[in-house]
């Protein structure tokens, strides 16, 4: 090989070689971290909704709210036109009724901030685990007690690969629960 070749290559393909495998590596990495926010998140929302009142006190079933559960990998945040199903009746002085009602009557849809994320290339349905019987406390505690909605589990990798590997460990309300899949393309597609 001719020298002048050679310190090309050495000079200048090989630094920029380097260069691209290393930032294709960092921006991987970053990008590819889980949305995990913690145990103990607790973001503030638009309305001030307890559930410890709806599904507690009222026992008012998640699937009412949250209609995809069963059907679809998504439960679904509900619609402003949800809550109107009882709030157009039901104590509409209060405060965050008439924010609620505000939202309905100019068509704006609310939005949320998000507790309970995986992360987007990251496949989870609803309907396949509430379909084989796991409660939603399960994986987002006991609502039933929340005023504010707060992370109780974590949404990492390992804490679905344990539940998956030792399902009777983390199910016990299951009796003939198996194991769910551990290989990578269950969930990494």
């Known amino acids: 090989m001719n020298k002048s070749v050679l310190d090309y290559i050495l000079r200048v393909r090989l630094p920029i070689t380097i260069f691209i495998i290393i930032a294709s590596f960092t921006l991987t990495y970053f990008a590819s971290r889980g949305v995990d926010r913690g145990i ?12 410890k009142l709806h599904a507690g006190e009222m026992r008012i ?44 009557f100019k068509d704006i849809a609310l939005l949320w901030v998000r507790v309970h994320k995986v992360p987007d290339f990251v496949y989870f349905n609803h309907s396949v685990h509430v379909n084989s019987g796991i409660k939603c406390e399960s994986c987002h505690g006991d609502v039933r007690q929340m005023d504010r909605i707060t992370q109780v589990h974590s949404f990492e990798m390992s804490a679905c690969l344990d539940c998956h590997r030792h399902p009777r460990q983390h ?4 009796k003939n629960v198996k194991h769910g899949p551990d290989n990578c393309f269950a969930c990494h597609r």
Do not use: W
């Open 40 to 51: 103990g998140y607790s973001p503030i929302q638009p309305i001030n909704f307890s559930h």
């Open 61 to 104: 079933d998640c699937e009412y709210c949250h209609t995809g559960v069963e059907k679809s990998r998504n439960a679904m945040v509900p619609a402003v036109s949800t809550c109107m199903n009882c709030h157009s009746i039901a104590r509409k002085d209060q405060p965050e009724i008439k924010k609620l009602r505000n939202y309905y």
């Open 171 to 174: 199910l016990p309300y299951l």
